[in-house]
Nanobody, 125 residues
């Protein structure tokens, strides 16, 4: 059974950094795309970034481009999201999700059958 478990969320000051982790189990990690989404209170869920495990190809939503970096460790079946220069508007619950297919501009529109439970990121002074 496929499983995703996020961790690393915390309270951080504006300008600070965090590393989120998405540990996976129960599927062939290297053949899937892993994506990060976030949802702030009162807002719709939005895609943040995706990575194709096989080759590391990645895509970023415009508002995080240059600040966030997605990576994967195939040996650990884990995907990371390194977040730098955090802003209050980055405050949200962050979720990872997985599917087969491509990591591209439309990654946020595709159907994802497996989701993690989420981890809270709060950026505040």
């Amino acid at each position: 059974q496929e499983q995703l478990v996020e961790s690393g969320g915390d309270l951080v000051q504006p300008g600070g950094s965090l590393r989120l982790s998405c540990a996976t189990a129960g599927f062939a990690f290297e053949t899937y795309v892993i994506s990060w989404f976030r949802q702030a209170p009162g807002k719709e869920r939005e895609g943040v970034s995706c990575i194709k495990s096989a080759d590391g190809a990645a895509y970023y939503e415009d508002s995080v481009q240059g600040r966030f970096t997605i990576s994967r460790d195939i040996a650990k079946n884990t995907v990371y999201l390194d977040m730098n220069s955090l802003k209050p508007e980055d405050t949200a619950i962050y979720y990872c999700a997985t599917r087969r297919g491509v990591c591209d501009y439309y990654f946020w529109k595709y159907d994802y059958p497996v989701w993690g439970q989420g981890t809270q990121v709060t950026v505040s002074s």
